[in-house]
């Protein structure tokens, strides 16, 4: 009998180091290069930077192509003549009776002082943005009243010598 409880101490001895054996190798295998195990330490010293790096990267990239684009678009405005510096600001132009100012698209003309009638091929000739309404070829300006040029080469014929503000590109004839 006493060799019996040997045995079977043994045993169990042998099962619990093989139970060990098994837990270690399954243990082992956790966070292999073929299989890693995901920590918190990972997330922020690894992943969360690489991915912050990427971002900062293509935001970088786009803005790049926006602000290209944008300054494309700023630089064909300002060749053709719709947005210079001399247009930002009123210009004082005299015309004699009979002069013509015709204006590009989205000029504005306020008559200050003399006569001037609308000058349009098509309608609607100037916008009376003071009034708000439509000024047809032939019409007479009011003094001290703005108005908005529609389309190029409409715009205002002196009808005596005439002191307007001008904003926006033109040309006298």
Known sequence: ?????????????????????????????????????????????????????????????????LTKALQAQVDSVLSSGGGSAATKTYQVVTLTAGKTLLGKAGAEVLLRSGTCTCVSSSSPGLLDLTAGTVLENGGKLTANRLYLITADGKGVKAGSAATLLVRGGYSIS
């Open 1 to 65: 009998m006493k060799g019996r409880t040997w045995l079977t101490y043994l045993c169990s001895i042998g099962l619990v180091v093989l139970l060990l054996a098994g837990f270690g190798t399954v243990l082992a295998q956790q966070g292999s290069s073929d299989d890693p195990l995901v920590t918190l330490s990972y997330l922020n010293n690894q992943l969360t930077p690489a991915l912050l790096q990427k971002v900062d990267s293509n935001l970088e990239t786009k803005s790049a192509q």
